[in-house]
């Protein structure tokens, strides 16, 4: 536990709490026992240490000035500013978002295309025939990367920039001398500015002059003099002066403080499926190469092109080119959504983190409306002020008029000065005058302390009026209107309070101290040193409020996506015990209050941080009906923890800068557009920006983020599918030694086309409740639906050269295989010695030099059977035209042609076959983009998807542009097929896969021993 944290606990412990040493030994003790706690379980030192070091921060300013390499007096210079702001600029924030995009499908896909152009520089010196080929997928592939860096870093510019357009705040600096007005945006290290009330500091400062300057920070308001810091996130309250800046961006302290959010489940998913696929490919590499040198007999230059063109091929097969646009597009989508419902996330990172949530804290304020509230005390609001009345006292309503935040009022506060207010109000509240020694005190209500104070000079005299928890202002009391306070009174008192909180009831103490002498407030940085225990009650306001219109049902939704609740709040247990009683979503909440958190000081003066009590948090925080009450912001941060050490996603809500430690630490922080203090937007993840908005209207926001990641996960399993396929053809590709079943083009061209399109059309599928287990999904998309796709496309592939006079046995080891040279002008002749090869002796005495073939242009004219031969006995064709011994043979038997034209039994059929895969792959694909519509339910119990319908037309309409256009058949070799050759071969293992698919469904759906997957 921080020192900061330890002193705050212990400063802001109830009075009744306090026995033993005085606060001073208590605080030495347990600082002394946080040190020792800090070494045993930290190594490295804190953020803050690492600041205590900076010089910047504690140095002299005559050193800081020539630290910073600034002029007091006249500021910067405006070219020295410049350079200043674009260093600033690049450092913190394009280069870092730029480098966020990548990752290690991205680096693979960055060798691949250097691999593309080198092989295309290579081919075109030596006049190999692919480095056509090569230039063009090169050319996709740099498409593919540049969309998807370019949408990646766009999207956190936009929503950087969503969140700066609110703040368009200008500050006074000194440049070249002169005075002028610029963003606050664009201050720099060593700019001289201008502070003055009401500015609010987005950066480290050094105080270099100062008029009654007061800074709050986190509620608490400090005297600033020369030298002193200012650190992001300051208020100026009063007075006004001169700083100098130190840091700014990413490198104030508040920044290096924020939190940083570890890997999401789907991203650690990703990343090991990146790490696997990645091995894979390497390994494949090396056996590919090997083989390569093994098989060729070329020289060792080509037959490492050849190699490294199966290494391109390898990758592009493995990563899912299209997957990278696919989530980037689905997410901006959901943004789009979560924008149309008044929320603003800031990265595409959060909305999965947002999707993982199952606990949500959030105030009682919340839960209840926060109009039309109704007021008792002493049964009657009126009563109370009759009663103040009668003791010609008027500080009930003093109290109840300025101890209001005039500058930001809460709905409970309105309220109080409806209902005070006369026709003196305004003349009131403009004319108070909140000065103690030129100083302004007026004190925002504070969490951790639970009352707002403000001391008001009158006639010579300085009055104290504090509104808050009842029990606290009581116990700084000694008398009431009525008298001295006594035992007897002060359990009367307690009894009343819990009598009238346990009818749901929400109170207001209010209490008075008048001090004739201003000497006699000794204040010092928010610490009152006058008696507390002199103040005069003047009574209790009880709340009567109803719940929020939607509270219930947001309530039930909850409890039905098994999101657990969590309410923080600062009223008493017994209020806060029977409003949560009345949303039906509690029966028997535990109720824990905030002193139960406090570490304790025993009799012996020794410092035990009670493990009972840290366990005892955790028993509470694992149960599933929680409520703490009459909590503080340091104690919030210790419930975010022990909810994030029972295994919980923790989404925290605030609204100011006491909840920047819980924002820290939770999962996601969540604050409102109007209401919350900006430094705190600028650090939550989620922001609400309707002012009607709740943040139980957060629910909203978690099920649009859970929408958005299930359908990115169909849109992972769809191209894990169409990725499997190409796999499973590349490897017998490279260990059979067959033909490629399909181009490399085409396989680019399945990415970013079929499967971006379907992809992108399932991020408009709506929200399944419950679906399975991300990696049993992936591994039921790789081994079953990837498969299918795999044997459908291979069986047509098959077909097509079955087609053309080849048997599947004719295709394995001829990549590569070296054979017999041919004339072009050569015709097969069965009935002749050499077969029509001219290059082929009579007598099988061969002398010439051999080539390696290959299943692409220009052996597409070809004919097979003139190359792949060997010398034996003469067949009877031969014998009857007079060859009687060492005949030149076939190798294979070669079955019949189906179709009658110059390409059977040539390298064309390669062409046809990677058509037919082609086809099979893409209605494969539709068919799985119907089946991945849902996960549980069947298929056609779906609303329409105009999306989809879209999609699917566009993908079909691919099939005849890329199979039946010539320019686009030499791009992707593909060719115009014959009718009978559609596919046919390959269908029935598309309806195999939906009817695989919808069985799996079922399965699900009816028994629960699958329900566990």
């Known amino acids: 536990m921080a020192n900061s944290e330890m002193q705050d606990m212990l400063i802001c412990k109830p009075r009744f709490l306090e026995k033993g040493p005085d606060i001073q030994t208590k605080l030495q003790m347990s600082i002394n026992y946080a040190e020792q706690d800090e070494q045993q379980e930290r190594q490295g030192p804190s953020v803050y240490e690492k600041y205590a070091e900076m010089q910047e921060y504690f140095c002299p300013l005559d050193q800081l000035e020539g630290l910073l390499k600034t002029h007091f007096s006249n500021g910067l210079q405006s070219e020295e500013a410049s350079k200043r702001q674009q260093s600033k600029t690049l450092d913190v924030s394009d280069w870092k978002m730029f480098i966020k995009e990548l990752n290690l499908f991205a680096f693979d896909l960055i060798i691949a295309m250097i691999i593309s152009i080198s092989l295309a520089i290579y081919g075109s010196e030596n006049n190999l025939e692919f480095s056509g080929e090569e230039i063009i997928t090169s050319c996709l592939l740099l498409i593919v990367i540049t969309i998807t860096f370019v949408m990646g870093y766009q999207q956190r510019k936009k929503s950087q920039y969503a969140i700066q357009k609110d703040n368009e705040q200008t500050i006074t600096v000194y440049r070249d001398g002169k005075m002028q007005q610029i963003q606050v945006q664009n201050l720099v290290s060593g700019d001289i500015c201008v502070i003055e009330e009401g500015l609010l500091i987005y950066c480290d400062m050094r105080v270099l002059e100062s008029s009654d300057l007061q800074i709050q920070m986190n509620q608490d308001v400090t005297q600033a003099v020369k030298g002193s810091q200012i650190f992001c996130g300051s208020l100026i309250r009063n007075g006004s002066g001169k700083a100098v800046v130190i840091k700014t961006g990413s490198s104030t302290t508040l920044a290096q403080i924020q939190k940083r959010q570890g890997s999401k489940v789907l991203q650690k998913q990703l990343i090991l499926f990146q790490q696997i696929m990645t091995l894979i490919a390497l390994f494949v590499i090396i056996l590919v190469i090997i083989w390569s040198g093994v098989m060729s007999d070329k020289d060792s230059s080509e037959v490492f092109a050849y190699g490294f063109r199966v290494v391109e091929q390898v990758i592009i097969a493995i990563v899912p080119v299209g997957l990278l646009v696919i989530v980037t597009i689905s997410f901006q989508m959901a943004i789009r959504r979560l924008a149309k419902l008044k929320f603003l996330i800031k990265d595409a990172e959060s909305i999965e983190t947002l999707s993982e949530i199952n606990c949500l804290c959030i105030g009682l304020n919340e839960v209840i409306t926060t109009k039309n509230y109704t007021f008792n005390s002493f049964h009657d609001c009126k009563q109370l002020q009759y009663e103040c009345g009668k003791r010609n006292s008027i500080h009930l309503y003093y109290c109840a008029i300025l101890t209001c935040n005039h500058d930001n009022l809460d709905g409970t506060e309105k309220s109080l000065i409806d209902t005070f207010k006369d026709d003196s109000t305004e003349n009131l509240i403009k004319n108070a005058k909140y000065y103690v020694n030129g100083i302004q005190y007026h004190l925002p209500f504070n969490s951790s302390k639970k009352y707002s104070l403000s001391i008001v000079e009158q006639d010579g005299k300085y009055y104290v009026y504090i509104k808050g928890a009842p029990e606290i202002i009581w116990s700084y009391c000694n008398q009431t209107l009525f008298g001295k306070i006594d035992i007897q009174q002060t359990q009367q008192f307690n009894e009343q309070l819990i009598n009238q909180c346990s009818k749901g009831l929400r109170s207001i103490g209010f209490a008075f101290l008048e001090i004739l002498k201003e000497e006699d407030l000794k204040i010092n940085e928010n610490d009152y040193d006058f008696n507390k225990q002199n103040f005069v009650y003047l009574g209790t306001l009880y709340l009567n409020n109803s719940l929020n219109e939607q509270t219930i049902q947001i309530f039930q939704k909850l409890q039905h996506q098994n999101i657990k609740l969590v309410i923080i709040t600062g009223e008493h247990a017994e209020t806060a015990r029977v409003i949560c009683k009345k949303t039906g979503y509690y029966q028997n909440p535990t109720i824990v209050e905030g002193h139960q958190l406090y570490l304790h000081v025993d009799d012996q003066q020794e410092v035990t941080r009670l493990s009972s009590v840290e366990n005892k948090l955790g028993n509470w925080c694992s149960q599933q009906e929680i409520v703490f009450a009459r909590t503080s912001p340091e104690q919030k941060l210790s419930i975010v923890k022990a909810l994030q050490q029972q295994n919980y996603k923790v989404a925290i809500t605030g609204e100011g800068l006491t909840d920047l430690g819980a924002f820290r630490q939770a999962d996601i922080s969540i604050s409102k557009k109007h209401g919350s203090q900006q430094m705190i937007i600028n650090s939550s993840d989620l922001v609400l ?79 399944e409740y419950r679906i399975p287990n991300r990696t049993n999904l992936f591994l039921f998309a790789i081994l079953i639906i990837g498969c299918i796709e795999a044997g459908g496309g291979l069986m047509a592939s098959f077909s097509a050269y079955r087609y053309f006079g080849f048997n599947l046995q004719n295709l394995y080891f001829t990549r590569f295989q070296s054979v017999y040279k041919v004339g072009l002008n050569d015709t097969y002749s069965p009935d002749i010695n050499n077969l029509g090869n001219t290059y082929l002796p009579d007598n099988c005495q061969y002398n010439d030099e051999m080539v390696n073939y290959q299943w692409s242009s220009p052996n597409n004219t070809i004919d097979t059977r003139m190359i792949f031969v060997k010398c034996g006995v003469c067949t009877e064709l031969q014998i009857q035209n007079g060859y009687l011994q060492d005949c ?74 890329i199979i039946y256009v010539p320019g686009i058949q030499w791009v992707f070799q593909t060719a115009s097929m014959p009718w009978e050759l559609l596919g046919s071969a390959g269908l029935p293992f598309c309806f195999l896969l939906l009817a695989t698919a919808e069985t799996v469904k079922w399965l699900l759906r009816t028994y629960v021993g699958f329900q566990i997957l």
């Not at 053809?729 to 085409?746: D, M, R």
């Not at 680019?748 to 709506?766: F, M, N, P, Q, Y």
């Not at 119907?930 to 099939?959: E, P, V």
Request: a positive charge; one cysteine or more.
């Open 888 to 961: 030149w043979n076939t190798k294979y038997e070669y079955p019949d042609c189906l179709i009658n034209n110059n390409y059977c039994y040539t390298a064309k059929a390669s062409d046809y076959a990677s058509s037919c895969f082609f086809i099979v792959l893409v209605l494969s694909q539709c068919i799985n983009y119907f089946a991945l519509r849902t996960l549980i339910k069947s298929y056609n119990n779906t609303k329409i998807n105009i999306l989809a319908i879209y999609g699917l037309i566009i993908s079909l309409l691919l099939l005849p542009i």
């Open 689 to 767: 920006t309707s002012s009607k908005q709740t943040f139980l209207d957060s629910y909203y926001a978690i099920l649009e983020a859970k929408r958005a990641v299930n359908n990115v996960s169909k849109s992972i399993m769809l191209c894990l599918s169409s990725n499997t396929a190409m796999i499973l053809a590349l490897f017998v590709y490279c260990f059979l030694g067959t033909p490629l079943p399909f181009s490399q083009n085409l396989m680019l061209l399945t990415s970013i086309s079929v499967d971006l399109i379907l992809g992108i059309s399932l991020a408009r599928e709506e929200l």
